[in-house]
């Protein structure tokens, strides 16, 4: 069986049974976390992998039960928020409480606060309307929030609009996802198909300075599921108007645009609403130069579509584990204390665009306070998803950074990039790179020039036969995964619960993690080592 590729979608119903399999043996075990060692331990046990030591204090401290516990406890905070914990939300309010006061209440060495900014909120006025010309054929779209009976729906943070005249509407290339897809479209309104290697709200970013006067994303028809329009969401710093259509409209409105003769005319009207706050926590080290800070990041939100468990609980807890296992470490004498002020965050509202992150960083370069100036920061570590169900080790490619990152901060991401690099293998663990694309929250801080890097175990792209085959050498058939199907099947989607985590993947992801900070932390050169000029 372990050599037939099957489609992601049969690999999803089979990965959510051995998870669940899993999940209920676990609750059987009546939560006792000896039973989770054990389960673990027979994993590893039966892996090729010979037992080496983990080079590292920190990561000797990591166990997949203390991540666990806050995982169930997230999962407990999503059961009683109507199953997610998306910003502005009561699961959100209840995660970045139950973070605070774990930070606060069970360590007590960590100097931890929050720091509250504010979102732009979204609501329509009155329901949107697109109107079309086709070869002097007008058409009034249905609209609807029911998606399955609707010709349109409204994508959020989309801006307000209303045209006086009818506009021509063009076709963007590969899905919008290319600056190229954007160039000589101004004042025209762009018709983009749903896929691609991107999100919409990169679509909507990569169409942001082309003088486009608005976005219609259409759903792709590619299954009988794919043809009502879909939620669509922008980042909260969006500019432009937009809607999401069904694949019928669009497709027939792409058929006339390339012929030119699709015309449209939009008419977007919001409610004007006060924007809503949302915290960032964040814990410090009592020890180390807080003019020379290593800020270790994942974020605290989900999407509104589900618990968010691996996306990114995962990381949250990661977290929270390197953060209460150092300040247990710096209590006892024999650890070498890092020369560097240790700064752990969660961030809020990663997920409509890095909203906290940026934040954080837009305030640290015009702070003048020592320690909270962008100059102070040295480096950021970022933990996003953690344990996907068919993860992979992956490293944050240095190489790949985007094209107009500051030069200053690759030398040191690239360095970073090598010493997760040389842990995998001195572990006898595979690995793999990852794009270092900015879509998680150490793309502000790079784009600062701060150095950055991190280990994740990946979100919505495939696992390779020669993947699976790489993995099964090192770490057996049973921890292999499954080649064909997606690293994460349940990425952003109501099934990413506590089912949805590789125990044994999460685990030793969660110790390279450790291993990177503690490898900065105790290095006497670490600002020469990352800025070498
Ligand atoms: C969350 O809800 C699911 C489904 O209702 C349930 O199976 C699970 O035990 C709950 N988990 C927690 C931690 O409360
Ligand atoms: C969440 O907390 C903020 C204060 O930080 C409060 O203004 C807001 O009303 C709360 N939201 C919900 C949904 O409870
Ligand atoms: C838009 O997204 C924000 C952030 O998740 C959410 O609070 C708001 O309710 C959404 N608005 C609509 C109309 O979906
Ligand atoms: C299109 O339909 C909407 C909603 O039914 C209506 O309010 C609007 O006046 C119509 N516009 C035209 C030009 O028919
Ligand atoms: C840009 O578009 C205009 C008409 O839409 C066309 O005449 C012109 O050749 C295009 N320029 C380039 C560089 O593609
Ligand atoms: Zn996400």
Redesign the pocket.
Known sequence: MASIDLSPRTMFVFLCTICLFGVITLALAAATLGTINKRFDSLTVTTSTTQTKLNSPLAETIRIDDLVNHLRQLQRIANESNGNRAINTRGFNATVDYIYNYLQNQIGTLQVTRRTFTIRNFALAKNPILLSKIEGTEKNYTYSTTLARSEFTYANYSTATKFTDYVRV?SIPNFGCSEDAW??VSG?VALIKAGGKCTYAEKGMLAADSGIQALLFYSDGETSSNLAPVNVRLRHTNKLPALALSYTAGEALATAASMGTAFVKLEIELENMPPFPVDNVCADTPHGDATQTIVVGSHSDSVPAGPGINDNGSGTAANLVLAANLARLYQTSNYKKYKYRVRFCWWAAEEIGLAGSSDYVDKAKVSTEPGERRADILVNLNFDMAGSPNFIFGIYDAKTALNGTPVEALPGSQKITELYRDWFIGQNLPWDYRDFNGRSDYGPFLAAGIAAGGVATGSDAVKSAAQRDKYRQSIGEENAGFAGAILDPCYHLSCDTLVNIHLYGYEKLVQAAAYGLEYLGQRDDLKTWLYPQ
């Open positions: 063009v160039k000589n025209l």
